[in-house]
């Protein structure tokens, strides 16, 4: 039995009014807990439960933020980062789209060649952290390779799933009205792996960010990962915390900013807006 039309919007609003409320209530939850984690790491810090050279405590890491942010050498390391960030994201995003379409559209390559990249997915990556730093060093370049690599991989994997939401009865009509490929790929191939092209590009910003951070962790002298392992190295906790939330917290806002920005661009999709 098909619902009138004025039931079918008032099922619809109610059923928005609980999602949004379903929402704030767990925003409301998401930040009780936070702040709770916060107090209960400062009071065990203060009372001694805690050592702070190995765990600081939330108020230094806040009085740490202002000489972070005017000291040249974080500044200068905060600009190589984003410039690895920005290279192995460019090289590693630009291949794995490349590689990722091509296997999706072609069975036999992607036959032969997937499972590899599945393989290298599964691979704990830091495995290749030695062979990459003997080859280019110990300068910016590992943290770019390492990144890249990450990058290439997630992009792939997440182009080829994309590829594989294309709907085959789309293609047949397109052919039957004798669509070029050109057009075929651009109006029905790219919309419709949208999703997937959309979530590669994130998972390879991320990984991007991951690998290059990484990287300096283990074999850089210089970047942020770099001063982390200093200041880890000098129990200097509260600076070395400070920079990795200051990390985290850039990685949420970018997430946040791309969630945003592939809902306008994807709004003409019926579950845009769920």
Do not use: C
């Amino acid at each position: 039995m098909a619902v009138p039309s004025v039931y079918a919007g008032r099922l619809g609003a109610s059923t928005r009014t609980r999602r949004g409320t379903s929402r704030a209530e767990a925003r409301v939850w998401r930040t009780a807990f936070i702040v709770g984690v916060v107090v209960l790491w400062e009071l065990l810090a203060r009372t001694g439960v805690i050592d702070e050279r190995f765990a600081s405590k939330p108020s230094s890491i806040v009085m740490a933020v202002p000489p972070l942010l005017s000291d040249p050498q974080v500044l200068e390391a905060l600009g190589m980062t984003l410039y690895a960030v920005g290279a192995s994201f460019a090289i590693g995003t630009a291949g794995g789209m490349l590689v990722g379409v091509i296997l999706g559209l072609q069975p036999m390559l992607r036959t032969a060649y997937f499972p590899i990249v599945m393989m290298l997915l599964g691979t704990p990556k830091s495995l290749f952290l030695p062979v990459i730093m003997l080859f280019f060093g110990l300068g910016v370049e590992s943290a770019i390779v390492f990144g890249s690599i990450l990058t290439f991989v997630h992009v792939t994997v997440n182009v080829v799933a994309g590829v594989d939401l294309v709907e085959p009865k789309h293609l047949m009509v397109a052919k039957a009205y004798r669509a070029s490929r050109w057009k075929r790929f651009r109006h029905v191939i790219l919309p419709g792996a949208s999703p997937g092209l959309f979530t590669a590009i994130w998972h390879g910003l991320r990984n991007g960010f991951t690998g290059v951070v990484i990287a300096q962790l283990f074999t850089a002298t210089a970047g942020i990962g770099y001063l982390v392992r200093v200041y880890s190295n000098n129990f200097q906790t509260d600076r070395a915390l400070t920079l990795i939330l200051m990390v985290s917290l850039v990685l949420i806002l970018v997430g946040t900013g791309w969630n945003h920005v592939e809902k306008r661009l994807t709004s003409w999709r019926p579950d845009a807006t769920q």
